[in-house]
């Protein structure tokens, strides 16, 4: 058997996308533009890449969620949608949405191959116990075989020395050769019972060895695709001679376009950014993560401080 490890989920090295969500810069511009506290800011939805999977009925669902999270804490309406309104939402595939594509199509295939290993690796942990159980009641019994025969062969060595036996020894020495022939075949279906279960560990190994195989295979192919430290904007405020507009350059999930949109958002309704890893405005998106949208208590700071 070809000895494996248990840790077989090679690390991917030197990999990384950092996703800035927009540059800092940008915000600066976002001051150019009316209080909202005193009168709410409008936007329209100007276009999207038919490549986006997403519909104009969903991102207005979107954008409507996350301006209400900057209207609850405000306590007032900060967003409204009107199809003139003076915010244009650009949704513009480029390169950038596709290497995100790609090197999630890459990842998903590695947890794939990782959840096949969990699997199949659990079947081995089965076959494994099994083996090591008929082996040691393998080896137990043979040790009681071996032990018995010694014990035999000893008796029939004395009474071989000393002549005939009287008849109630010689019908003793008759059990016991039965008794041995008996355990002889046992062993002999034990020893099978541990070859058996050994060529099904053997199987499972194997798998396991192609899996692990397979699976470092398509993390060279990540590494070298993606190798190295990928920075670029997902989004982005401008406020240019009074043409205002947010644009969305790439996202992983519906969740983390929520997660800029709020960010794109904060821009416009005149917020900078914060230095708090788990804000809303924090520019790192990896730092915040995109499971849950929801405002921090800085974010709720700012931009209560901006309508105070």
Not at 294 to 304: G, H, N, P
């Amino acid at each position: 058997m070809r000895v494996i490890s248990y840790l077989l989920y090679a690390l991917i090295v030197g990999a990384g996308i950092v996703l800035i969500l927009d540059k800092s810069e940008r915000a600066e511009s976002a001051v150019e533009t009316a209080n909202p506290c005193n009168e709410p800011i409008t936007y329209h939805i100007a276009s999207i890449d038919d490549r986006f999977d997403i519909t104009t009925a969903q991102l207005r669902r979107f954008i409507d969620g996350v301006g209400k999270l900057w209207s609850d804490a405000a306590g007032r309406n900060l967003v409204v949608h009107d199809r003139n309104g003076d915010v244009a939402i650009h949704l513009i595939y480029d390169d950038r949405q596709q290497l995100v594509e790609e090197e999630r199509e890459v990842n998903n295939r590695i947890q794939m191959e990782r959840l096949r290993f969990d699997r199949v690796h659990r079947e081995y942990s089965r076959h494994s116990e099994q083996y090591e159980e008929a082996l040691q009641n393998y080896n137990t019994f043979q040790d009681q075989y071996e032990g018995k025969v010694s014990e035999h062969n000893t008796e029939v060595a004395k009474w071989n020395e000393h002549g005939d036996a009287p008849d109630d020894v010689k019908q003793r020495i008759m059990d016991r050769a039965e008794e041995l022939s008996r355990m002889q075949n046992e062993l002999y279906s034990l020893k099978n019972e541990v070859n058996s279960s050994g060529r099904q560990l053997e199987d499972v190994i194997e798998r396991l060895n192609e899996i692990s195989t397979r699976k470092d295979g398509i993390i060279d192919e990540y590494n070298e695709q993606f190798a190295g430290e990928y920075r670029f904007n997902q989004g982005e405020f401008m406020n240019l001679g009074g043409e205002q507009m947010i644009n969305i350059y790439h996202y992983k999930s519906f969740n983390h376009l929520r997660l800029v949109l709020a960010h794109e958002l904060g821009h416009a309704l005149g917020l900078g950014h914060l230095d708090n890893p788990g804000s809303i405005m924090y520019p790192v998106v990896e730092s915040h993560g995109s499971a849950d949208v929801r405002l921090s208590e800085q974010d709720v700071a700012a931009i209560q401080s901006l309508c105070r």
